[in-house]
């Protein structure tokens, strides 16, 4: 018997079981390029999340090194990104850091749990214009929230919210520092020159090392990290949980809060996990890539970082740069380990300017606005899933926005289930011309006449409660209630509570006007449901058949009895 593999990481396949040596200059050049590629964007994460940058290394380096050793992707490069901002700038605002890591410890369960009830398989079916537009709309808070040190603009207190923030902006638009603009241009520029003209390069660590050696060359006044945070501790952090309690005014948020980050760590990470398997022709296991990331979580906070998922641009950059294992996502870890150690003043005179125009270009990445543009033509549900998840991200709260968003797409799926799902007369319709009788399938009813008296209907579809509702006034609009009422089940694939309840309810109908319930085309699955809930015994089970055919020589019988 095959063992369950469902939790085994692919790093113990391909990197501790079977290692194929010819790989380790592949893995080792794409380790280290991707490291490069790490280490402005989780600094720029961490400061736009209103923490200090070297917690978005301790992010990158923890999560990044837990997520490739255990995670389910063959390609996956875990850390901080920009999903998380907006939520973990709101938490510490509200919470301090301290309420962030037991926010994240409490995601990090439900991720774990997630994982080992097999939810990882069902993160698949959240609508591609929810995750549209809660990631343009994140791009937009992003943006929002670097202007400041892209225009260098002496704002003392910069609001949370999308409009006030804008309304500081605004009015401090006379401060702008034209050597901060000049550097953040210079660096946005640049970013757009080495993307477009050497895209070999890694265009964040490049573009920040050469504004830079500007920056000083020119001995420009622009505000640095080391000006900010001070230089950065050449030293791996060490475990410290910190003790915080709640008020009980604070639970709510908190609750919420939590299922937000283990959300966006879900999908981010399994959309990315796709990604890599795109470019790279593998195939990822779900829910062992959401265990590495419960895991990664509770590390990364353990040990002073910040939320982390998969990253889908890194994993891109891995995969490009020919990475064949996990393995070159541990050394991307270990790169960020060396630089930590040995670079950090040179680390600490980036200016924060430059680091702006870095995520300037991820809110550029992130809003998809080609994708965002073509949703526009997609069906009016869908438009309205997009533009409420969009403008709830921006205007309100992200927390908000899944939950609405999710809410609005589950109504569009159940009215498009019910759309497709109908009731149908097939006794009135045999009786009308044959283009009528090739469009319903009559011929199932084997051209066999109906008896008098005998009313045959026809669920098309599943039978949710949107059909439930269209059963219990057929009876009613009847001239008069037959004596038999053939119920045709053959087409429909499943029947949830409320089709269970409907169809008890039209039972009992049938039986206070004398007219006998009779179920056809009840599949094994189907007459296994209807057992559980108790309709069978209620019907009895000589009034349920397979076959119409069985059912109309059942109704002749019972019609010829009453006669």
């Known amino acids: 018997m095959r063992k369950n593999r469902t939790f085994v990481p692919k790093s113990w396949d391909f990197v501790f079981r079977h290692y194929q040596w010819s790989y380790l200059k592949n893995d080792l050049f794409a380790g280290i390029t991707v490291g490069l590629v790490a280490l402005p ?71 774990l749990i997630a994982a080992f009830t097999k939810l990882g398989d069902w993160i698949k079916y959240i609508p591609y214009p929810l995750v549209t537009g809660f990631t343009t709309g994140i791009a937009v808070i992003i943006f929002s929230s670097q202007v400041k040190d892209f225009l260098g603009l002496n704002i003392a207190y910069m609001p949370a919210d999308f409009i006030p923030k804008w309304a500081a902006i605004l009015s401090s638009f006379s401060t702008i520092n ?93 959309l990315s996990a796709v990604v890599a398997d795109g470019m790279g022709g593998t195939k990822h296991k779900s829910n062992c890539e959401l265990m590495a990331q419960g895991i990664a979580n509770i590390a990364a906070v353990s040990f002073g970082g910040l939320p982390a998922t998969g990253a889908i641009a890194r994993t891109a950059t891995n995969v490009k740069s020919g990475a064949k294992t996990p393995l070159s996502g541990m050394i991307h870890a270990l790169t960020l380990v060396l630089i930590l150690l040995f670079c950090a003043p040179l680390v600490s005179q980036i200016s924060l300017a430059c680091l702006s125009a870095v995520l300037v270009m991820i809110a550029w990445n992130m809003s998809e606005v080609s994708h965002f543009r073509r949703l526009f033509k997609a069906p009016i549900g869908d438009i309205s899933v997009l533009l409420t998840t969009f403008l709830l991200t921006v205007l309100v709260d992200l927390t908000v926005a899944v939950a609405i968003g999710m809410i609005l797409a589950a109504f569009l799926f159940m009215k498009r289930v019910g759309d497709i799902s109908a009731v149908i007369s097939l006794s009135s319709l045999q009786k009308q011309d044959t283009t009528d009788e090739e469009t319903y399938d009559l011929d199932a009813i084997e051209r066999k006449e109906v008896p008098p008296h005998t009313e045959v209907y026809e669920i098309a579809g599943p039978f949710f409660f949107g059909v439930a509702d269209s059963l219990k006034n057929i009876l009613t609009n009847l001239e008069q209630p037959p004596k038999v009422f053939i119920l045709r089940l053959r087409k429909v694939p499943v029947i949830d509570a409320s089709g269970m309840h409907a169809l008890m309810d039209f039972y009992l109908k049938c039986k206070r006007q004398g007219t006998l319930l009779l179920l056809s085309g009840v599949s094994i699955t189907l007459m296994g449901a209807l057992e559980k809930f108790g309709i069978v015994q209620h019907i009895g089970k000589h009034n349920v058949f397979t076959h119409i055919d069985h059912a109309l020589h059942f109704a002749r019988q019972f019609l010829n009895r009453c006669t």
């Open 178 to 270: 034209y050597a901060a603009f000049g550097v953040a241009s210079g660096t946005l520029i640049l970013i757009l020159l080495i993307r477009r003209f050497t895209p070999f390069l890694p265009w964040g660590i490049t573009s920040v090392v050469i504004a830079t050696f500007a920056t000083w060359f020119f001995d420009l006044p622009v505000e640095t990290i080391y000006s900010k945070f001070g230089e950065l501790k050449r030293a791996f952090p060490t475990l410290s949980l910190p003790s915080f309690s709640f008020h009980a005014n604070d639970w709510r948020s908190f609750v919420m809060d939590s299922f937000t980050i283990a959300f966006l760590a879900g999908v981010e990470s399994l």
């Open 41 to 111: 964007l989780a600094m720029a994460f961490a400061i736009a999340s209103g923490a200090p940058p070297e917690r978005g290394l301790y992010t990158a380096i923890i999560a990044g090194f837990l997520i490739s050793l255990l995670g389910g992707s063959r390609y996956q490069i875990g850390g901080p990104t920009g999903a998380f901002v907006v939520i973990i700038f709101s938490i510490i605002q509200r919470h301090g850091y301290d309420g962030l890591v037991f926010t994240t410890l409490a995601a990090s369960i439900l991720l």
